[in-house]
Each structure stands twice: as C-alpha cells, then as structure tokens.
C-alpha cells in the first residue's frame, strides 16, 4: 500500500471573549505563542507561525491528514484555555471566543503568511482585531453575520 500524503496548511484566528485584552504583558504572550504551537505540534499538526496581541491569536499550521480542522482548533483552544488559568491566577475568568477563523493557505503563500502573523503588533497599530478578521473574511470569500461572528 502506498503513502498516503497531504500538504494542507491552515491559518487559524481566534480572539479572546470578547476581545479582552488579556495578553498586555509580551512575556506572557510569547509564553502562550509557544504553548499554542506545542499543542498544534502534539495533535500532529505541525505549527510553522504563531503570534498575535493582547486580545487575540493567530496559528499556522500545516494539518495532520488524520484531524479535522474543527478538532484541532477545539483542542489548541481548549489546552490553552487550561494553561492560561494555571499561569495567571487573576485569569480565572479567561475563555477565548466560542467561534475561529480557518484560511486556507497555499504553498506559495507560506512565507507571505508567516510574516504577516510574525508582525502583528505593527499590523494592529493600526487595525483592529475585528477590521482584520472582516478582511480575512472577505479576502476568502465568506459571508457573516455580525451579530454572530463576535460571540
């Protein structure tokens, strides 16, 4: 039997509840970018890109053949969850947002990606959490309800 191969990469975006800035402190954030990448790569996901800013979070991934987009973003989400309220003990009430954001990224587009997710904090010197996910959204084609998308 042959090998069963797959390059399919996955830029996931999610933000805290509602949009709360938890993660000011950069030490604290490059501590979650870290834990949000060993997750991906335990769930056999290799993680290529993490970042974000203090009130959400970004994750580029190339996907294990073996687990649903859904799956991997309910565990990266879940785990991180746990940890967060482990480290911070004035984070007890933290949760990220019910809802994600999952891309789609070709192979070529890889590198443009990664810079992108690398350069967040000058990104959002200028935009918003929520203007940026409304161009993703739009740039691949989606439909939203804003009375939904921000829950």
Known sequence: MGHS??????????????????FEERALRDQLHTV???ISNQRGCQSLQVGGVADH??????????????????EVKRESSIWVKQIEPLFTDFQWQS???AFSIAYRLLEDT???????????QALTFQDEYRLLLSRHGLEWDERYVWD
Do not use: C
């Not at 979070?57 to 309910?74: C, E, F, P, Y």
């Open 99 to 101: 809802g994600y954001g």
């Open 57 to 74: 979070g970004h994750i580029l991934a190339r996907m294990n053949r073996t687990v649903t987009i859904a799956d991997w973003m309910k």
């Open 5 to 22: 191969l797959s390059a399919v990469y996955i830029h996931g975006v999610f933000s805290t509840k509602n949009r709360h800035p938890y």
């Open 114 to 124: 990664t810079r992108y997710i690398a350069q967040q904090e000058r990104h959002h």
């Open 36 to 38: 949000l990448a060993g």
